[in-house]
Every structure is written in C-alpha cells, then in structure tokens.
C-alpha cells in the first residue's frame, strides 16, 4: 500500500456504523429471482437454487420473466400468457465469510477494502434478516476467528458486528507481520460446522491466498449449499498510476519503486488481471455468482446496482402503458 493513499480512504468502521446500514438495506435481494437485468437473473448468472416455494398467485406473463413458470392450463383458460408466482419459503441460513486480513487494510479512493468488505456484511446481514432468514458468520484476520452461528431474526446481528469492528478495529498500516494467505482456507474449512445443507454461503474477500484447496474447499459446499462471492477490489490494484518514485509498505516493510516504468506498471496490471480471471473463470465453471465491489464507490450504492429490483416498476410501468 502507499503511504499517499491510506489517508485518502476511510481507515475504519465503527460498530454505530455497521448498524445505521439498517435502512440502507433496501432495494436488492440475494434470492435468485431477480429482474430480467440483475445480475442473479437467469440460468447462466447463478447456481442459486432457492428454497421450498409456495404459490401465491397467476399474474401476467413479462418479457424476461422465466418461461418455466408458465401455467399453460391457465393461459388456454384465459387466452393470454399466464405466469405463476411462487413465494419463497423462510428461515434459510446464510453464512457471512468476511475478510479482515492484514492485506484487506488497503485504499486509495472512498475507503479501506476492508471497510467495504464490512459494510457488504452488515448491509447483506440486515437484508437477510429482514426477509425473516437465519444470518450468521465467520470472520477472520491475524488476529484470529470469530464463528457465529446462524440465528434468526436480529439474534446474530449484535454478535455478528462486534466480531467484524474488532478485526476491523485491530488492523494498522505499521503491523510488522505479513498478510497470511493460508487463512482464507483455515476459514472455509470452518464453513461446514456451521452450514450443513440448503444454506448460502456469501464470501466477501479479495481472494488473495486462494489456490486449488480453495476450489476444493468451496465445491464440497456447492453439494449441498448455493455460494455467492463477493469480490473487494481497490482500482490501484488494476491500474498502478504513473506517479513517479513513491514508497509502497506492508508493515514495517518498505520499497522504492519508479512507477513511470510502463513494464512495472504492466506487471502489475498482470498480477490483478491473473486473480481476477481466475475468479472469473471458477465462477464461470461452477456457476457462482461474483459480485465485484470496489473501493472507490459507495457500498450500499453498488450493491443495489448489482442486485437491485430498480427495473420492476419501470417493466410493470411498460406493460401499462401499452396495455393501455
């Protein structure tokens, strides 16, 4: 990290921030039905299998909506396409893997990685609830492993954001140990105490560390649980900027590098783009969903573009419109 950058981004979270997230928790779902243009919508973007359905009603049939869901009955009954509407089942357990390493204190824009990967853990714990599912999670950092087990409504809630604020709280540019890319796996191999069948797992991480026991590791969970990523980057990562000499530290660490070099600055691109694609290509592969949040925006904002419901007035607008 740089030492110009760290003061640009917000360093922290506190634990007021994490629960004022609550009315900002709106707007998006993790369920897998999702507007034509979301990015959890169709067969392609997401593996996610939902749970027990329950009918609720026919409405009319939209164009985006799942062919599959069609009542044919219905439809030559009335003489226009009928869709049936089905309502999720509550109570499933969701699981929280939230990334507060050493490496994760890194920011050149709104904040930290590790603050971003904090808030998208309150603002995903808070939806869940709110839709009456069970959230609970595992955080870790140098500093250890917090494991809370999955619990409705706002029980999981209190111990779920102390443990994040206190990793968070603890990290600090001038920690003289390494970030420790073995931890990731140590916290997936926790997963399976705590989620045993028909639950989501939600890993929010840089995905530093991640190797082939990481692939292992997250398939073993896709036999009987949907998994979601949530993929924390900062733009310095992407693109080193042309700023001339400056000094990068980790801890106590310290190198003076030219970054004018266009064969340094391409190196660098090269390591992210690496990870990145790997990411791209086991999710491709395993049919995960990859959420890309990046520091240099606001979280909640993201979140909603991503998952968001922002479409549904404005199709069912359409439709009347040419109804009408």
Do not use: C
Not at 11 to 16: Q, V
Not at 36 to 56: C, N, Q, Y
Not at 73 to 89: C, S
Not at 121 to 129: H, I, M, N, S, T
């Amino acid at each position: 990290m740089t030492r110009n950058a760290l003061p640009q981004a917000r360093a922290h979270i506190t634990l007021d921030d994490l629960l004022r997230l609550d009315h900002r928790a709106k707007g998006f779902s993790f369920l897998p039905k999702q507007p034509v243009h979301s990015l959890l919508a169709g067969r392609h973007a997401s593996r996610l299998r939902g749970r027990g359905l329950e009918f609720e009603e026919l409405r009319h049939y939209y164009e985006g909506d799942d062919v599959r869901a069609i009542d044919w009955r219905a439809t030559a009954r009335l003489g226009e396409t009928q869709l049936r509407v089905y309502g999720e089942e509550r109570d499933r357990p969701v699981l929280l893997l939230v990334d507060q390493r050493l490496g994760m204190f890194f920011g050149s824009r709104h904040a930290m990685k590790s603050v971003v990967a904090a808030e998208a853990a309150a603002l995903a714990a808070w939806r869940v609830v709110s839709l009456g599912d069970r959230i609970g999670g595992i955080v870790f950092s140098e500093n250890g492993m917090d494991e809370i087990r999955p619990r409705a409504r706002r029980a999981a809630i209190g111990p779920l954001f102390e443990a994040i604020v206190r990793h968070n709280r603890a990290l600090r540019a001038d920690d003289p140990r390494p970030s420790d890319p073995g931890l990731l796996n140590a916290a997936l191999a926790k997963v399976p105490q705590l989620l045993r069948h028909d639950g989501l797992l939600t890993l929010i991480t840089d995905a530093a560390g991640a190797d082939d026991e990481t692939v292992r590791l997250v398939t073993q969970m896709m036999a009987h649980n949907d998994v979601l990523m949530i993929f924390v980057s900062d733009p310095l990562e992407a693109s080193l900027p042309d700023i001339g000499r400056t000094v990068l530290a980790e801890g106590l660490r310290q190198i003076e590098i030219d970054s004018s070099g266009r064969g340094l600055r391409g190196d660098f691109a090269a390591t992210f783009a690496e990870r990145r694609n790997a990411i791209d290509g086991f999710s491709k592969r395993r049919a995960i969903p990859v959420l890309p949040l990046t520091t240099g925006r606001d979280t909640a904002d993201q979140l909603r573009e991503l998952l968001g419901r922002r479409l549904t007035r404005s199709v069912s607008a359409d439709h009347r419109a040419r109804a009408g």
